[in-house]
């Protein structure tokens, strides 16, 4: 997925600035506190007349697996893990949370079909060495465009009149999933793919995604409703 090389581009940002803290302790925010148990992999989801995704909620999570043209792939979660003042904190996690980048962003959010009505209120990322750095206000500015591309598929226009066909991910078989074509801009290119889009998945929607002429793909690994839990802070080892 050519959005993911921008995300990749959107981390470095971010650890290159703002303020910091060594496994320090991020603002009060109401979070999950527990994680829940995915669905049954190999079932079915069944179509719905829904045409509109769901508004965000604390709990919320989806997982995916990004396959790459050069062979590689890599799993990125994305989770609804707190509140504060209106806003959610959409939390990014890249590969294993111990080991991978954890990136959490303050979103607030109008309309789910209206990329206009998206504001980035602050940033934080989790760094190798648990340092967490954090972007707000005025050192936010700069790199706000940079999220707000990053997260273009959380966006989707109505869904009335879509084509409709069943598709099978690693998650389930999803019945009646919206497909529609779309344009993806990265900060190397544009370029053009199927989306399959199912109202029961949280957050964005998205079942599977296609790239036009290339073998990049993005598939659903499991996903819930509740249980979201922030993996910003890595747990102290015990002496």
Known sequence: MSRFRFLLGAWVA???CGKTSADGAPPATTAGTSVAEPPAKGGEVPSTTATELAPFAVGQWSKYRISMDDGT??????????EEQ????LEIVR????AGTVMQLLVGLRSRSEPGSLEIKAARIRMPNNQIRELRDETLKPSAEAYRKTLADIFVPSLAGAPR???TVPAA???GAYKRQQKVESSQATSDQ????HPAVPISGVVKSEE???PNKTELLTWGTTGAKSEMQRERASP
Not at 86 to 89: C, F, I, K, M, S
Not at 95 to 98: I, S
């Open 194 to 197: 199927w989306v399959w889009i």
């Open 14 to 16: 971010l650890a290159a």
């Open 212 to 214: 036009l002429g290339k």
């Open 165 to 167: 066909e069943d598709v």
């Open 95 to 98: 590969g294993a949370a111990d």
């Open 73 to 82: 792939s890599t799993e990125v979660t994305y989770k609804i893990v707190g």
């Open 86 to 89: 209106g806003a959610h904190w």
């Open 173 to 175: 078989t999803f019945r």
